[in-house]
């Protein structure tokens, strides 16, 4: 099954860096020979933009910062419909990453039939800053780990 990890987020925006860092170290992890048909990007922006990313792919795995004032570093598994609070799945220029997938359907796009997002409690997303609050850094190796793990019983 053809799939892509997307790590969602701005790479210069403090806990917001989240995605793409974790897309990184999923990257470095993957065996290129065994995951071949696995793609592993950092994404810097969401909503109508993200359906080019996963248009032609079987699944989508996407891991992004939230924001729903529950303690940094909380860790949601979220579906498509629920990913309102998403840092990066909506914006007020853009429509929501659930319009457009809506969007993308009655287009015919070719889009995922199973999308799995992970999304990690942010605690500072307005601070210029590659660093990641200490919250967040300690849950980014269990997200990196479930991601993993998940993709090796779906491939089973």
Not at 17 to 37: M, N
Not at 51 to 59: A, H, P, Q
Not at 64 to 73: K, L, N, Y
Request: glycine residues 8%; aromatic residues 4%.
């Amino acid at each position: 099954m053809k799939t892509i990890i997307i790590g969602l987020g701005n790479p210069i925006l403090c806990d917001d860096s989240v995605g793409p860092k974790a897309a990184r170290l999923i990257r470095e992890r993957l065996d290129s020979d065994r995951w071949a048909h696995v793609s592993v990007l950092e994404v810097y922006a969401g909503g109508i933009r993200l359906l080019d990313e996963i248009s032609g792919y079987d699944r989508a795995i996407i891991i992004d910062s939230i924001v729903t004032g529950e303690a940094p570093g909380t860790v949601y598994k979220l579906t498509p419909e629920s990913l309102s609070q998403t840092r990066n799945c909506g914006s007020s220029h853009d429509m929501t990453f659930p319009m457009a997938l809506n969007m993308g359907q009655m287009l015919g796009m070719a889009l995922p039939s199973q999308i799995h997002i992970w999304a990690i409690e942010a605690k500072n997303v307005n601070s210029f800053g590659e660093e990641l609050s200490t919250e967040v850094e300690g849950a980014l190796p269990g997200v990196v780990n479930d991601v993993l793990t998940s993709l090796k019983e779906l491939s089973a």
